[in-house]
């Protein structure tokens, strides 16, 4: 298995800090939906699993967001 990079990890790590408190909920949508987004740029089948954790993802964000007045 190869080592992460260090300087890789350390840029995630500041790119986690600049989203708001929601115990990584927007941060994971994120990188799912980037994911997601590379799979189908290079031609690739989307893993039914991705779609699942895409799926409950998006759940929770619509679950957490303030209602519209």
């Known amino acids: ?12 790590t500041e ?3 600049t989203y708001p408190y929601d115990r990584g909920v927007r941060l994971t ?3 799912a939906r980037w994911l997601l987004e590379e799979r189908q740029r290079v ?7 991705m779609q699942k ?3 409950i993802v998006t759940q929770e964000l619509d679950a957490a967001a303030p209602p519209n007045r």
């Open 29 to 31: 949508a994120d990188l």
């Open 15 to 17: 790119l986690a800090k």
């Open 1 to 12: 298995m190869n080592k992460t990079d260090d300087a890789l990890w350390l840029a995630f």
């Open 43 to 49: 031609r690739l089948p989307v893993p039914p699993i």
């Open 53 to 55: 954790a895409i799926r």
